[in-house]
């Protein structure tokens, strides 16, 4: 219901404590979340087999309902993955989170978790995938094969120098 959706936002606004960046992001969210409800009814409607990606960003599968924080692809809905999904119990046969659960704390990733859990059919399937730390502790090692220094200067060129973090020569 809209009134619940507002909530945070106006309880943003009348705290005082808001930015127009916040402001902006929870009108987003508010925009988000009334748009989702056409995009989740039509894939209903239209897949028998029900599969979820929770946290794709704009890396979307076909024949997913796929989701995001901060939805970029085409039929990609908002969702908070700290939050109650906005599915009922048994509702996919599938979900698959890759590369997002070690952004949100322990707590909330044991929340999502249970909420993966609640919308699964019996026997349905989960597969959650992290990054393996080992490959990221091994890039501070004194000898680098060629892929580990692919990534670095990819990492360098992609992100640092954009975010001005790379020290200046």
């Known amino acids: 219901d809209i009134k619940?959706?507002?909530?945070p936002l106006v309880k943003k606004v009348l705290s005082g404590k808001t930015y127009l960046r916040?402001?902006?992001t929870e009108t987003k969210r508010v925009y988000y979340r009334l748009q989702r409800?056409?995009?989740i009814e039509g894939y209903f409607s239209s897949n028998e087999c029900r599969k979820l990606q929770v946290g794709?960003?704009?890396?979307?599968f076909p024949g997913w309902l796929n989701t995001d924080l901060t939805p970029t692809?085409?039929?990609t809905?908002?969702?908070d993955a700290t939050e109650a999904f906005p599915f009922g119990n048994g509702s996919f046969d599938y979900v698959f989170c890759e590369h997002m659960i070690e952004?949100?704390?322990?707590?909330?990733a044991q929340?999502?978790?249970k909420e993966c859990f609640r919308i699964l059919k019996p026997g349905g399937k989960i597969r959650v995938s992290t990054p393996n730390l080992q490959v990221y502790l091994n890039l501070f090692s004194e000898q680098k094969d060629e892929t580990q220094q692919q990534y670095l200067d990819w990492i360098s060129s992609n992100w640092l120098s954009k975010q001005n973090i790379l020290e200046k020569e």
């Open 103 to 108: 952004h949100i704390s322990y707590g909330q």
């Open 4 to 7: 619940t959706m507002l909530k």
């Open 22 to 24: 916040d402001l902006m």
């Open 73 to 75: 692809a085409k039929n």
């Open 77 to 79: 809905i908002f969702l």
């Open 37 to 39: 409800q056409v995009i």
């Open 111 to 113: 929340a999502m978790l």
């Open 56 to 60: 794709g960003g704009a890396n979307p």
